[in-house]
T-cell receptor
Framework: GEDVEQSLFLSVREGDSSVINCTYTDSSSTYLYWYKQEPGAGLQLLTY?????DMKQDQRLTVLLNKKDKHLSLRIADTQTGDSAIYFCARQSGTALIFGKGTTLSVSS | EAGVAQSPRYKIIEKRQSVAFWCNPISGHATLYWYQQILGQGPKLLIQ????????DSQLPKDRFSAERLKGVDSTLKIQPAKLEDSAVYLC????????????FGPGTRLTVT
């Protein structure tokens, strides 16, 4: 299987919470990341979590890490239409990153 | 603080032609990365520089791709000759040393090979 796996699509209604899930195979990564990519743009770092943490909260974003199951999730509270984008999970490998294929989040009003 | 700059933003070439992309990282960032992002995929690392030295180029197709970072600042990535499968977005990223490996990405160059 892929090194970093994500579901490809998620559709939510404005105001709902979104949860994007990611699994990875190599547990040696010190950091795990979430990036956002809007159409025609580069990748924007949203947040990252250190591997010895279970949770990190940053305003509307909550990252949960289950190291035993090698599972990472990103929860976006009160999802807005401006949150529509592709979200990439990535794990650190040395000082480079290995990305999943991305989850397209579609927010309808 | 200015972000990572890349040019051109778009390029269309025919197969077997050559092409070059330019990247200017965030000021003071010692580490520079080139990633290839094929449509529907996540970015894949091509090459990583630390100052003007190569740290990792294991994924770079060296028979046709080359990259340099001569003065430890700007970088160029070249493809010669291009193939149809090189159609992708080429992303440059930079990172300060010792700050959690945070990488900051430029807007990318979209290459179409016909």
């Amino acid at each position: 299987g892929e090194d970093v796996e994500q579901s490809l699509f998620l559709s939510v209604r404005e105001g709902d919470s979104s949860v994007i899930n990611c699994t990875y195979t190599d547990s040696s990564s010190t950091y795990l990341y979430w990036y956002k990519q809007e159409p025609g743009a580069g990748l924007q770092l949203l947040t990252y979590i250190f591997s010895n943490m279970d949770m990190k909260q940053d305003q509307r974003l909550t990252v949960l890490l289950n190291k035993k199951d090698k599972h990472l999730s990103l929860r976006i509270a009160d999802t807005q239409t401006g949150d529509s984008a592709i979200y990439f999970c990535a794990r650190q490998s040395g000082t480079a990153l290995i990305f999943g294929k991305g989850t397209t989040l579609s927010v309808s009003s | 603080e200015a972000g990572v700059a890349q040019s051109p933003r778009y390029k269309i070439i025919e197969k077997r032609q050559s092409v070059a992309f330019w990247c200017n990282p965030i000021s003071g960032h010692a580490t520079l990365y080139w990633y290839q992002q094929i449509l529907g995929q996540g970015p894949k690392l091509l090459i990583q520089f630390q100052n003007n030295g190569v740290v990792d180029d294991s994924q770079l197709p060296k028979d046709r791709f080359s990259a340099e970072r001569l003065k430890g600042v700007d970088s160029t990535l070249k493809i010669q000759p291009a193939k149809l499968e090189d159609s992708a977005v080429y992303l440059c990223a930079s990172s300060p040393v010792g700050q959690g490996y945070e990488q900051y990405f430029g807007p990318g160059t979209r290459l179409t090979v016909t």
